[in-house]
């Protein structure tokens, strides 16, 4: 009979496995960004961060625990099955191949191997990123061994070397922030948006329970105690590495006050190590988008499978993944940045009240007022990525300036609230 609790063993390098899916680019270059923002406050900031990305993603993992299937079925008890799995689709689609894969691709080539061989053209990064990309995902049962045993452990050691010398020698002390205590919070807050792990959370907490099934352990409270031990470990990674890398950044601002994104972490790391620090950043940018690459793709073809009751199968949606990151990779890494936020802007406050409402509350029970959460969430995320593709329409961004909160960032809170309300007492009404 199969053990059905995993070893420490076993718990930890599946939890490498998914917290080395979940730090990607964007868990290198946004935190650091952030600190440098804040300066000062980077700490209250760093604490919506942390909440987006570490609070959120766990509670993510619970209610995939408690509800033991995904995050279309998830979805699909509050909308309807058909929409959950829409919802789902487009999730998975924008954390994975869609932008995810040819953003890590595309910052594999710009950031780890540019620097060193300039002749390199991105095509070629990309055709050997994608064919190691479906090597190591055909095999499913293998991912999370490839990724816990092989390849975590130095995606760790070199976040160690980097966060552990820029805590103990920093840089410079923070300088004085343009941002006010009260907007802090917020702007970190939505600065977690773009590292998605909330989103991530839900889509590969799917994936492990799947990877638990073909690894013989199929009862359901096992599977559930095993996620939630997996999936602490993860966001503790997650919280540690994320909050270090905010103080390096706000202890880097006062020396490199004219550092941009994309070149911050390299000055960061420059500065603690010397011209070694190049070839730090350059191994750590490569494990890190591979790690992600590898997780999400296995993720992908997991979630379509089963979504699709198979008519779209493992192997044939990682390959797919790969080409589509390949394809979508050669636009270079600014743009697709770009690209991502609009879409982020619409789906995270959904997403939030989707993860809280399933965790906390016996959805069939408060169907109706969490159907008002989310469609309130939904409009409101739809004004903010309106304005985020960079189209002014009046009469949204008034909408959304005179909500309450909007001047700490979340414009989406109060009119959420009031949906839940609504709902509640509309649920109440029709069950008198």
């Given at each position: ?66 509800d ?41 080539h ?33 991912v999370v ?127 603690l ?10 191994a ?7 790690t ?20 779209i ?39 939030i ?22 469609f ?19 009469w ?22 009031v949906?839940l309300?609504?709902?509640?007492l ?7």
């Open positions: 009979m199969t053990r059905q609790d995993l070893s420490a063993v076993g718990i930890i390098t599946t939890g490498l496995a998914l917290f080395s899916a979940h730090f990607g680019v964007g868990d290198i270059i946004f935190p650091g960004k952030l600190g440098f923002d804040t300066g000062s406050l980077w700490l209250i900031a760093g604490l919506g961060y942390f909440f987006v990305n570490t609070i959120i993603a766990f509670l993510g993992y619970l209610a995939i625990a408690k033991r299937v995904g995050i279309a079925h998830m979805a699909g008890e509050i909308l309807t099955p058909f929409w959950g799995k829409v919802f789902g689709a487009i999730l998975m689609l924008v954390v994975g191949p869609v932008f995810i894969l040819p953003r890590v691709a595309s910052a594999t710009e950031m780890s191997i540019l620097p060193f061989f300039p002749a390199v053209p991105i095509a070629a990064t990309l055709a050997v990123f994608f064919l190691l990309n479906a090597y190591v995902c055909l095999n499913r049962t293998a061994d490839r990724l816990g045993k092989i390849l975590s452990p130095g995606l760790v050691i070199f976040i160690a070397a980097i966060a552990l010398k820029g805590i103990f020698f920093p840089i410079a002390d923070p300088v004085a922030s343009k941002t006010t205590t009260q907007a802090a919070f917020g702007v970190g807050f939505n600065f977690g948006y773009n590292t998605m792990n909330a989103i991530a959370a839900v889509l590969m907490g799917g994936w492990i329970l799947n990877v638990f099934s073909l690894k013989g352990i199929t009862d359901q409270e096992a599977q559930k105690k095993n996620l939630i031990r997996v999936g602490f470990l993860t966001v503790v990674l997650l919280g540690l590495t994320q909050m270090s890398l905010t103080w390096l950044g706000a202890s880097a601002g006062g020396v490199y006050p004219e550092a941009t994104l994309g070149d911050l972490p390299l000055k960061v790391t420059t500065h190590y010397g011209t070694v620090g190049m070839a730090i950043f350059a750590l940018m490569a494990l890190a988008c591979f992600t690459s590898a997780g999400l793709t296995a993720a992908a073809g997991t979630f379509f499978e089963q979504i699709t009751d198979g008519a199968s493992y192997k044939p949606m990682v390959i797919a993944s790969s080409i589509c990151g390949f394809a979508l990779g050669m636009v270079g890494l600014s743009k697709i940045v770009g690209y991502t936020v609009p879409f982020l802007s619409l789906l995270y406050p959904s997403l009240v989707i993860i809280l409402g399933t965790f906390f509350l016996d959805v069939q029970k408060y169907h109706s007022m969490l159907l008002g959460g989310v309130m969430a939904l409009l409101f995320g739809l004004f903010d990525a309106v304005k985020e593709a960079g189209f002014i329409v009046p949204m961004q008034q909408t959304t300036a005179a909500m309450p909160l909007s001047g700490q960032g979340f414009p989406w809170i109060v009119p959420t609230v949906g309300a609504a709902g509640l509309l649920g109440r009404r029709r069950a008198e």
